[in-house]
Nanobody, 122 residues
Framework: QVQLVESGGGSVQAGGSLTLSCAASGVTHSFYCMGWFRRSPGKEREAVAIISRGIATYAESVQGRFTISKDKDQHTLYLQMYSLKPEDTGMYYC?????????????????WGQGTQVTVSS
């Protein structure tokens, strides 16, 4: 019964910022992993930022510009994005899993949101 719902996507100019939110419901225990993935035009879906065991990791392409955080009590995940580039354009998905097998690979996640579009113009 777990559901993930993203919000906060939109269109911004290069250099702008956005904050994405992911609200989880139907959760009985804390997720072992939560993360953000994106599918950009012409690219396979890739991990953007993952938080697991209190440790955040980022894709090289977004390091220094994106920050992932989580409200454990509310099971809400955030992605703060700054200095956005056109290359950041894509559909962003929230993902979560409550098993220790989860990690960087998207296939290790059982729960996914519907996605929220982020468009960055030049």
């Amino acid at each position: 019964q777990v559901q993930l719902v993203e919000s906060g996507g939109g269109s911004v100019q290069a250099g702008g910022s956005l904050t994405l939110s992911c609200a989880a419901s139907g959760v009985t225990h804390s997720f072992y992993c939560m993360g953000w993935f994106r599918r950009s035009p012409g690219k396979e879906r890739e991990a953007v930022a993952i938080i697991s065991r209190g440790i955040a990791t980022y894709a090289e392409s977004v390091q220094g510009r994106f920050t992932i955080s989580k409200d454990k009590d509310q099971h809400t995940l955030y992605l703060q994005m700054y200095s956005l580039k056109p290359e950041d354009t894509g559909m962003y998905y929230c993902a979560a899993d409550d098993r220790f097998t989860c990690g960087w690979e998207d296939k290790s996640y059982n729960y996914w949101g519907q996605g929220t579009q982020v468009t960055v113009s030049s």
